[in-house]
């Protein structure tokens, strides 16, 4: 979405507050998504009073602002918040995104963060179940894949079988 699409969506007002001064785009992770916010409700020292506009915000028929409303009250911990929360009507998408899993990060065994299609070296002997042969230390696996559900395993291609890997024995190349 261009800032000119963004400024038309939100008919050029904070979309938390209405307030129409010092406008400027705020991220909505994990998805390129972004609201138009003013300076006080894009910044961490808004007056506690400021956050009653987000029982206003809540009602948004826009996911993108749905989800970064429904965080926002999360993040305030106080009575009327949890209610304004609990009160939202989520549209499915925003639904959807804020129940999302997190994306795991998978690291090797020095702790260095794994992409990807990255090479890794194999740091031990690796009897590799049901294949029958065991996965020499010191062996390259290319192009690793990174399995989704699962921060300790990659998938990856070794004496042409694919297997799965758990990053605790690997190294990044
Ligand atoms: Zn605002």
Excluded: Y
């Excluded at 007002?13 to 991220?27: I, N, R, T, V, Y």
């Excluded at 911990?77 to 997190?102: C, K, Y």
């Excluded at 894949?145 to 998938?155: P, R």
């Amino acid at each position: 979405m261009t800032l000119a699409d963004l400024v038309a969506r939100a008919g050029n007002a904070c979309e938390f507050c209405g307030a129409a001064e010092g406008l400027a785009p705020a991220d909505v992770a994990p998805e390129s998504d972004a609201i138009l916010l003013c300076a006080t409700c894009a910044g961490d020292n808004a007056p506690a009073g400021h956050w009653r506009c987000l029982e206003g915000a809540a009602w948004s028929a826009e996911p993108t602002v749905q989800v970064a409303v429904w965080r926002k009250l999360g993040e305030i911990g106080e009575a009327w918040a949890t209610e304004a929360r609990d009160m939202m009507q989520l549209s499915p998408e925003a639904d959807a995104w804020i129940h999302a899993p997190a994306a795991l990060t998978h690291r090797d065994s020095n702790g260095a963060v794994l992409a990807q299609g990255d090479t890794v070296v194999l740091i031990k002997d690796l009897p590799v179940k049901g294949a029958g042969f065991t996965a020499k230390r010191g062996t390259a696996v290319r192009g690793i894949s990174l399995v989704a559900d699962n921060a300790g395993h990659i998938e990856g291609r070794v004496e042409g079988q694919r297997i799965v890997i758990l990053t605790e024995f690997v190294k990044k190349k």
